[in-house]
Structure formats: structure tokens, C-alpha cells
């Protein structure tokens, strides 16, 4: 009775690790042992105690399938992809804020010279029209 049980233990191991390594992973469940265990319904000491070598095979199969670029765990590819997304968009934004700045500076610069140059044309008008010679000038604003 007992090899019968621990046969069916093996054979729900092997069926929860094929449903984990080949997706969709059910809801609040991941892609390890804790969730290994409570899909194929062993207790993860029984599991560590009786079944290190499905451990070991899980853990090679996981790497394996990691490495060859896919993810079992369609929330872990999203948030990898959401990571990445939100790398670009960082780098996005600080490339905006260095262009505002820039922007910032140059508007500074320009009505700082368009200043100065209104204060020129004030003083040329003043220097080339003498007071009684010639007709009154507003100034521009």
C-alpha cells in the first residue's frame, strides 16, 4: 500500500510540475517548490524528505526552460517586461528633463539679450533725436 501511495505522490508530482514548467500557472501560485507541493497536494517536508530527486529534476527543468527564454510564469514575464519598460521610460523622462533645462536656459538667455538690446534701441533714439529737434517718441513695450 505504501509504494502504491507513494507512486501516486510521484506521478501528481510529475503532473503539477508539467503544469508549472508549461503554463499558465494558476492564480496565487508560482513557479517553486511551495507551489510545486501545493499543486500536486504533498507537504513540502514529505516532498524535501521523500522526493529530492523530482526536486532536483524540477529545479533543472525550471533553469533549462528559464534559459531558453521562456517563462512559465506569465506574471513573472510581465513584470520583467514592465521592468523593462519602465527602464526605457526613465531613461525617457531624465532625457526630457535635460532638454528642459536646456530650454529653461536658453529662454533666460533670450529675453535677458532681448532686454538689453530694448535698452539699446531706448538709448539710440534718445542719442540720435535731440529733445527740441525732433517729434516726441514713445518708447516701445
Known amino acids: 500500500m505504501r509504494q502504491e501511495h507513494q507512486t501516486e505522490a510521484e506521478a501528481r508530482i510529475r503532473a503539477a510540475m508539467r503544469q508549472l514548467l ?3 500557472v494558476p492564480d496565487g501560485l508560482k ?3 511551495k507551489s510545486l507541493c501545493t499543486l ?5 517536508p514529505t516532498f524535501y524528505r521523500t ?3 523530482l526536486k532536483a529534476e524540477f529545479d533543472r527543468q525550471r533553469t533549462a526552460t528559464q534559459e531558453a527564454g521562456r517563462q512559465p510564469d506569465q506574471r513573472l514575464a510581465q513584470i520583467e517586461r514592465l521592468k523593462a519598460e519602465v527602464a526605457t521610460l ?5 532625457r526630457k528633463d535635460t532638454e528642459l533645462d536646456a530650454l529653461k536656459e536658453f529662454q533666460t ?3 535677458s539679450r532681448l532686454a538689453a538690446q530694448h535698452e539699446e534701441i531706448v538709448m539710440l533714439r534718445r542719442d540720435s533725436f535731440p529733445a527740441s529737434s525732433s517729434p516726441q517718441l514713445r518708447p516701445v513695450e
Do not use: I
Open 22 to 24: 508549461t503554463g499558465p
Open 31 to 33: 513557479c517553486d517548490v
Open 40 to 44: 500536486a497536494r504533498v507537504p513540502r
Open 51 to 53: 522526493y529530492p530527486h
Open 90 to 94: 526613465r531613461e525617457r523622462l531624465s
Open 109 to 111: 538667455t533670450a529675453l
